[in-house]
């Protein structure tokens, strides 16, 4: 495995970073293991003022790690420095709510005492990042545990070892302790031998199916806490609207945003018969609209996949689903790394791609007969992230996203992910939740304390 930054717009090899060493893996595992002991006794204000400092140097080296970003996976500029600072919002956000977060729960007993539950920390934990956000993932990953009292060795994608340096930097200046935070440009076989280590108590992993399963084995051989985000086929599911133009453009921008590679992106859309005519030809007209072109450029809204060999992936789900009988509507031939907004019809239950995620700017949109086959629809899929819909019936809206199967339902509004969130799935897409205070429950001792 080689760390390196390959710009997928021009194919450029700008930087190559070597491997961690063996020694250097034992060296970050026992500065975690014993910078943990020193982290987990300063005192939770302290916590709170280190974590609120990494996000105050989030904000200051705002360009630097926006520009790093875009080099190595192609995310249009603007759209980098938004990333930046929706991190640092996370960032403050855990350290905002420090006190809150670790406080004593209380119990109503039956007999005479008390008794609380305490949270304390578990200790050193691993963190496997994903390429598509560098900084927000870290983000939602470490600020909570960094409060709680957790350490963090952090193995991000290979094709982001610029943006990750940037963001050890970042950590190590805002004060944590020697082992607090620790970037290893490890191997897959030097993370497995992390996970294995007694000294690190738990992993977390948002990746692909691939990844959680090979992530989540090796953790449960060693009995060791694991925490999965993984892929995404989110539905969106309109069902009435006064303003088609407005759903349209919500449409649009919830498959695009980061060149369509965001796991809970809505990727299937759903309209029911008597909005679906009217749906596909504005939405495919959209869709064809979306300026492609140069990440650095202010006005893309598509800049490359992240690498070829992303954009060959693609284009092989494409052509097969068309070989299996969709019809593309606009779109569907790629230019090198560049892959223009694209959109798929006629895709039936017997294609590859009904239950496939298309992780790129391709959208396939479904007709529903009424609610309950959008429903169905929706929900006939092995993912379970998130889900959209749109209705003008604040009852109907209801009934709907009570019968979704996603951890996440979003009404009427799509891109509207905040720190105060919780973010996760059910089915492959998941076992855990980030953001918001459930995040700060994942790697926790949530220990009972009863006095008679």
Known sequence: MTYAVVNPATGETVAEYPEATDAEIQDA????????????????????????????LHRGRREELAAAMTREMGK??????????FAADIVEFYADNAEKITADQPIDILGEGSAVVRRAPLGALLGIMPWNFP???VARFAAPNLVIGNTIILKHAPQCPESSAILAGIYADAGLPEGGYANVYASNEQAATIIADPRVQGVSVTGSERAGSAVASLAGQHLKKVALELGGSDPFVLLSTDD???????????????????????KRFV???????????????????????????????????????????????????????AQVAVG??????FFPATVLTGVTPDMDVYREELFGPVGVVYRAADEADAVRI??????????????????????????IEAGMVYVNCVLADSPELPFGGVKRSGTSRELGLLAADEFVNKKLIRVA
């Open 135 to 137: 900084a927000y993932q």
């Open 378 to 403: 929706a929900n006939d899929t092995p993912f379970g992230l998130g889900s959209y819909v749109f209705s003008t019936d604040p009852a109907q809206a209801g009934r709907v996203a009570d019968a």
């Open 332 to 337: 569907g031939t790629r230019d090198g790394a």
């Open 244 to 266: 088609l133009d407005t759903v349209v453009q919500n449409a649009v921008d919830a498959r695009l945003d980061n060149t369509g590679q965001s796991c809970n992106a809505a």
């Open 76 to 85: 249009p500029l603007e759209a980098s420095r938004g990333e930046v600072d």
């Open 29 to 56: 595992i026992a500065a975690a293991h014993a910078g943990f002991q020193a982290w987990r006794a300063t005192p939770v204000a302290e916590r709170a003022a280190v974590v609120r400092r990494i996000a105050e």
């Open 271 to 325: 309209v029911v018969d008597e909005l679906y005519d009217a749906f596909l030809e504005r939405f495919t007209a959209a869709m064809a609209a979306a300026k492609i072109g140069d990440p650095t450029d202010e006005d893309t809204v598509l800049g490359p996949l992240s690498s070829l060999a992303a954009a060959e992936r693609l284009q092989e789900q494409v052509d097969r689903a068309v070989a299996q009988g």
